[in-house]
T-cell receptor, first 108, second 116 residues
């Protein structure tokens, strides 16, 4: 089983749509969780950290379910500029483990 | 946010040559730097963790004699790919942290290596 698993997609959605990505992780000792965004041929950029209580940043909402070892990212009112690959990242515990990413394509 | 640069951004070399990649933290002191590799359509894979002034810690399966890492100062780490082969062609990305290893990592823009 992979340490961090994501559906690779792609998710093709129209502008304005709401889209959700899921991620599962295998190491129950993991303490920190993140969503990164990676554009084609670029470095990953931190989108948001994920907290146990769930957190929101504008159109983005992240949730963590420790019991199920499951992380989610919800994007509301999708924009064309949201098109990218979204990486689920887990700190386990002294290094970051990256998922393979979920590709999102927003079309007009 | 903190800025990390990498040089070169792209390099093409012949098989058997060595290539050095520099990673610099421009506006912070990176106590720890990480080197990652990403093959097409795959996730970033940690290659090694380096701390300033000490030997790097390599991940399982990464040859330390092939991927030489030097972290000579708090703002510079280098990765040298020795005797490069076509299978070493990849996207190499570094990152740095300002404090404990669990802090937010700031990524460089990456170096695309193509070995002919």
């Amino acid at each position: 089983r992979k340490e961090v698993e994501q559906d690779p997609g792609p998710f093709n959605v129209p502008e304005g749509a709401t889209v959700a990505f899921n991620c599962t992780y295998s190491n129950s000792a993991s303490q920190s969780f993140f969503w990164y965004r990676q554009d084609c041929r670029k470095e990953p950029k931190l989108l948001m950290s994920v907290y146990s209580s769930g957190n929101e940043d504008g159109r983005f909402t992240a949730q963590l379910n420790r019991a199920s070892q499951y992380i989610s990212l919800l994007i509301r009112d999708s924009k064309l500029s949201d098109s990218a690959t979204y990486l689920c990242v887990v700190n386990a515990p002294d290094k970051l483990i990256f998922g393979t990413g979920t590709r999102l394509q927003v079309f007009p | 946010g903190a800025v990390v640069s990498q040089h070169p951004s792209r390099v093409i070399c012949k098989s058997g040559t060595s290539v050095k990649i520099e990673c610099r933290s421009l506006d912070f002191q990176a106590t720890t730097m990480f080197w990652y590799r990403q093959f097409p359509k795959q996730s970033l894979m940690l290659m090694a963790t380096s701390n300033e002034g000490s030997k790097a810690t390599y991940e399982q399966g990464v040859e330390k004699d092939k991927f030489l890492i030097n972290h000579a100062s708090l703002t510079l780490s280098t990765l040298t790919v020795t005797s490069a082969h076509p299978e070493d062609s990849s996207f190499y990305i570094c990152s740095g942290v300002t404090g404990p290893i669990t802090d937010t990592q700031y990524f460089g823009p990456g170096t695309r290596l193509t070995v002919l």
